[in-house]
């Protein structure tokens, strides 16, 4: 099985982007749970923006800074509108209290084209800040996506302990917040400061400074506006800080038990058939009712916190407008102010409150991103730790490399363990040749199937290497093959593309391997994995098998599905069809040894499973003789049947 490997995403001149970060370290001696938990957390959202702030490296492309620098000039002309109507909101005022009617006329004109100018700008900005966030959100899915699918540590990741449960969602749902929210506060903050920083101006110029009398004397409170702005707001932000502490830790855990319902329904969906058959509905709902007493007991805590920010946030929004009037009011009356001054005045206080408060409108979405950015960093971390085992970085790790000569596969002093360092199987020295047969038997639990694994590559922990004949392909038929969505014709093309042979060569191929009736349903499209049984899957897998026509092949229980009769006629096409392959076969069954050439056996041990005999099953040369003893035995009449 020649295929490409996936590409990791590098940068336009061609530079990968930024290696993983080292591993976390152990925290010093002394230090609390709650302050090893906080710096876990840092490291987390430290190690989210290693690999996150590469967009507006090399590998993101000119428009990213484009794009960004973009987005604050329009901010910037935003604010330029919204002063001008401030500015018109305290002539228009002016001019009703002096009943100025040519001046209201003139006034009404100028109002559209500033409103019309206002939502344009505000049109393109939104514009400017959904593409920074589709075009980021789509890189950084690139990279850990292909990250997660190199070198199979999508299926190592079910291997290894980690914070990286239900990886799926992770970078379906938690990457899409962790790069939407970003943009949002940064154009959020930026857009706050500017206009705290313009009305802040506005208000100590219209407001002045406000005297009032105290037992008998005059105290004189210069800018007394901006003031009360700076105090509401402080107020406010701080009563939400104190009210949503707990938001961050409450929104991951809405998330996990999210993931973890979703994960619980899929798992329905695809073993449905095991599970009617088994009539476990009662189980599988109790299962899935569990999971979703957890979703509901963690959107109760997100809703008390909703509540509880609710209050600060509508509280403030209905009283910020009221005090500067209140405020302006004694100044109004006394006649130091006119109308459109009080009116001005209250339009920028309610601007420069909401600056100065903008985090009490968005903790809550704070919350929320700083468990996504954490949620998604905890599966890099996690994939941080397999690639730094592919390097070989303090992690024993089975090697690969090159056969010398006509060997078609070596085993060198191969130890398989698992991460942690327990030993599976021993040190083990084996070499194939071309076109040998060679059947891996043993006990369950001896370690079979992981040695296939560690040959496959899929498995990366142990010592000493794993040697393939250059230039050779290898494919590898499970026990339980996979079956992608789509038409019939790309599940026997996979993992090729359906395109790459004829309907007529899939055809032929399929009536070979028994399964004659799905002939006409080649390009229908249907739920295939639920569709074909076992042994059909099984027997798709020999067809995937015959069309791709491999140099090495690798079968692990990949006829467990099928009768004696079936299992039979899939070795003996496998011998008609692919007489020069080279065979490695895991399996229980006695029948296949006559199947095969060579027999290792492994047998469990202390310090991992050892290979403890390595057999001829037919003399070198007899291959065709087996072949011919599995064809004559196909022509014996049945038991009774006229000769």
């Known amino acids: 099985m020649n295929r490409p490997p996936i590409q990791e995403v590098v940068a336009e001149t061609g530079e990968p982007v930024e290696a993983p970060p080292p591993e976390l370290l152990e925290p010093e001696p002394g230090l609390s749970a709650e302050e090893i938990e906080q710096l876990k957390r840092d490291y987390l959202l430290t190690r989210f923006w290693i690999s996150a702030r590469g967009f507006w490296g090399s590998g993101g492309g000119r428009l990213a800074w484009l794009l960004s620098i973009g987005l604050i000039a329009l901010i910037v002309l935003q604010i330029t509108f919204q002063y001008g109507i401030n500015v018109w909101n305290r002539s228009i005022f002016d001019a009703i209290e002096k009943k100025d009617s040519a001046k209201v006329f003139y006034l009404t004109g100028v109002f559209f084209p500033l409103a019309i100018g206002s939502i344009v700008i505000g049109v393109v900005q939104v514009f400017a800040r959904m593409n920074i966030q589709r075009r980021w959100r789509a890189w950084l899915t690139n990279s850990v996506v292909s990250r997660w699918l190199t070198n199979g540590r999508y299926y190592q990741l079910n291997l290894v302990d980690g914070d990286h449960q239900n990886p799926e969602y992770r970078i379906a749902e938690d990457l899409r917040v962790a790069t939407d929210a970003p943009v949002d506060f940064a154009a ?59 938001f961050v830790s409450v929104s991951e855990s809405k998330n996990q038990a999210e993931a973890e319902y979703r994960y619980a329904l899929t798992r329905v969906r695809e073993n449905g058939e095991s599970i009617a058959l088994l009539g476990g509905e009662e189980e599988e709902r109790s299962g899935i009712d569990k999971s979703f007493g957890n979703v509901l007991r963690q959107w109760a805590r997100i809703c008390g916190q909703h509540m509880r920010t609710t209050i600060v946030s509508q509280g403030s929004s209905l009283i910020a407008p009221v005090i500067p009037i209140l405020l302006c009011a004694p100044k109004f009356l006394e006649g130091s102010m006119s109308l459109g001054q009080v009116m001005q005045a209250a339009s920028a206080f309610t601007i420069v409150q909401a600056a100065f408060g903008w985090l009490v409108d968005n903790y809550p979405r704070l919350a929320e991103w700083n468990a996504g950015a954490r949620r998604i960093a905890s599966l890099m971390m996690s994939i941080d730790g397999l690639e730094r085992a592919e390097t070989g970085d303090g992690i024993n790790r089975i090697q690969r490399g090159e056969t010398e000569g006509d060997a078609m596969l070596r085993l060198n002093e191969l130890s398989v363990t698992l991460n942690d360092g327990t030993a599976v199987v ?218």
């Open 426 to 643: 021993g040190e083990s020295e084996v070499v194939i040749e071309p076109g040998e047969r060679v059947l891996v038997a043993g006990e369950s639990g001896t370690g079979k199937s992981t040695l296939v694994r560690a040959i496959a590559g899929l498995w990366p922990w142990g010592g000493g290497s794993v040697d393939f004949h250059p230039d050779r392909r290898i494919f590898m038929l499970p026990q339980k093959p996979y079956v992608p969505f789509g038409t019939l014709r790309r599940a026997i093309a996979y993992p090729g593309a359906a395109e790459d042979w004829t309907v007529k060569q899939m055809a032929e191929t399929l009536e070979k391997v028994g399964l004659a009736h799905l002939k006409e349903k080649i390009e229908e499209d249907a739920p295939w994995d639920q569709t074909l049984s076992g042994g059909e899957k099984q027997r798709l897998a020999f067809a995937r098998l015959f069309l791709h026509r491999p140099d090495i092949i690798v079968l692990d229980e990949a006829t467990s599905a099928l009768d004696e009769p079936g299992q039979d006629k899939m070795m003996g096409l496998l011998h008609e069809e692919l007489k020069d392959a080279t065979i490695i076969s895991v399996a229980h069954r006695p029948e296949l040894e006559e199947f095969h050439s060579r027999k290792i056996t492994l047998e469990r041990r202390k310090g991992g499973a050892k290979l403890v005999s390595d057999i001829d099953l037919i003399p070198r040369g007899g291959k065709r003789r087996l072949l011919g003893r599995w064809l004559r035995r196909r022509q014996l009449p049945a038991p009774g049947s006229a000769p």
């Open 188 to 246: 959020g903050v930026t857009q706050a400061f500017l206009s705290a920083a313009t009305f802040i101006v506005v208000l100590w110029t219209i407001g002045g400074a406000l005297t009032v009398s105290v037992g008998g004397s005059t105290v004189t409170i210069p800018g007394f506006l901006v003031i009360a702005a700076v105090m509401y707001a402080a107020i406010a932000s701080g009563s939400m800080m104190i009210i949503g502490r707990n």
